[in-house]
């Protein structure tokens, strides 16, 4: 009776060879260098450095792109070197229930390091003013916040607002 459980277990070890089971998905592997970022919310008013999260950070030129954890962090499947562009898009991102953060695009030099070397802090413009354009030419409108941030920004008659498909546009200060 123990012949049969031979040919058994021989038959399961000839089966498991190589580099692991055809089980499952073929993913490809992690490469070896990477590029981290890191996202904190920009308010002056908050000592923890809260970590921004659902925000995507990417190279454009090289066509990659992640988004970033709940503490802040974003790791880059890539390893610039030279002198990159990291484009930081928000419309989700937040750090508490209320944000509206902004993203934006920052230039930096990127010797073959693996970290960012400055933190990229990113603006709550939830409480701040605003004035809603519509895409076109402009008539001339200004938006006085003054009082609050003391900006005033004017938008000259003939100026053109908006080229893509937005409705409309909100200027903020």
Not at 60 to 74: E, F, K, M, W
Request: aromatic share 4%; charged share 15%.
């Amino acid at each position: 009776m123990k012949t049969p459980r031979l040919w058994i277990g021989l038959l399961l070890l000839t089966g498991c060879t190589g580099e692991g089971s055809d089980i499952g998905p073929d993913l490809p592997n992690l490469p070896d260098a990477s590029y981290r970022v890191l996202l904190r919310h920009a308010d002056e008013t908050d000592t923890n450095l809260l970590g921004v999260s659902s925000a995507t950070v990417s190279i454009p030129a090289r066509g990659v792109h992640a988004t970033s954890l709940r503490d802040g962090r974003v790791d880059l499947a890539t390893r610039p070197s030279g002198r990159t562009v990291l484009s930081i898009d928000a419309p989700f991102a937040s750090a508490v229930t209320g944000d509206q953060l902004v993203g934006y695009s920052v230039a930096v030099d990127a010797p073959g390091f693996d970290e960012a070397p400055f933190v990229c802090f990113l603006p709550d413009v939830s409480t701040s003013a605003g004035l809603a354009l519509n895409p076109g030419v402009q008539g001339g409108s200004t938006l006085d916040d003054s009082a609050t941030s003391g900006a005033v920004v004017t938008i000259p008659p003939g100026s053109v607002v908006g080229t893509g498909t937005a409705m409309s546009v909100t200027m903020r200060t």
